[in-house]
């Protein structure tokens, strides 16, 4: 299989097609995303599952405020850190070149790929999902990527950066001192 068609086959995101609405701004709605990637309403946990994957696939980023858009209203939320948080990773079978397939918190999938990059902001790893929106990735995946590093024989840039490799792109972990 051609790696552009196995990229498009991993990805499994659920989003409703917010570009295409134009609804009228309603307003601030207490819902609030904490740094774990966790839903609340009115500082009240929002636990059914398929409500939070309902309103995370109508959630857009504009400048540096998030909103839930649907075609009739347009309403701000806040968020900690990013929305997402990335909680699982594997390698896809023998794809060549090896690719990573990452899963959110809310059950999202995709691949590390030139698509969904790896970023590293002041020291956080983030991976772009798409439409703007960034998925943090969870310590316990950053440290198994480091270990997985270290048992590859420590795969270091020229400038000493620790580099993770998916989908035929580098994507850069820390420097190692």
């Known amino acids: 299989m051609q790696l552009d068609k196995l990229l498009a086959s991993l990805e499994q995101v659920k989003h409703a097609p917010t570009e295409l ?3 009228p701004d309603c307003g601030t709605v207490p819902i609030h995303i904490n740094e774990r990637g966790e839903w609340s309403y009115q500082n009240s946990p929002i636990r059914r599952e398929k409500l939070v994957r309902l309103l ?20 701000q939320i806040t968020v900690a850190d990013a929305p997402f948080l990335i909680t699982q990773w ?3 079978g023998d794809a060549k070149p090896p690719v990573m397939q990452l899963t959110t918190n809310i059950g999202d999938e995709f691949p590390l790929s030139e698509q969904h990059p790896l ?5 956080v790893p983030y991976v772009d999902v798409g439409r703007d929106l960034l998925a943090r990735v969870h310590r316990n995946v950053y440290y198994q990527w ?13 400038n000493g ?3 993770l490799t998916s989908a035929g ?3 850069k972990l820390g420097k190692v001192d």
């Open 119 to 123: 970023i590293v902001k002041n020291g």
């Open 56 to 75: 995370a696939s109508v959630l857009v980023k504009e400048g540096d405020d998030y909103f839930l858009v649907t075609p009739v209203e347009k309403m």
């Open 90 to 92: 594997r390698w896809h």
């Open 169 to 171: 792109k580098s994507f």
């Open 161 to 163: 950066q620790l580099t």
């Open 21 to 23: 609405w134009d609804p």
């Open 146 to 158: 480091v270990e997985s590093l270290f048992e590859q024989a420590l795969q270091l840039d020229e």
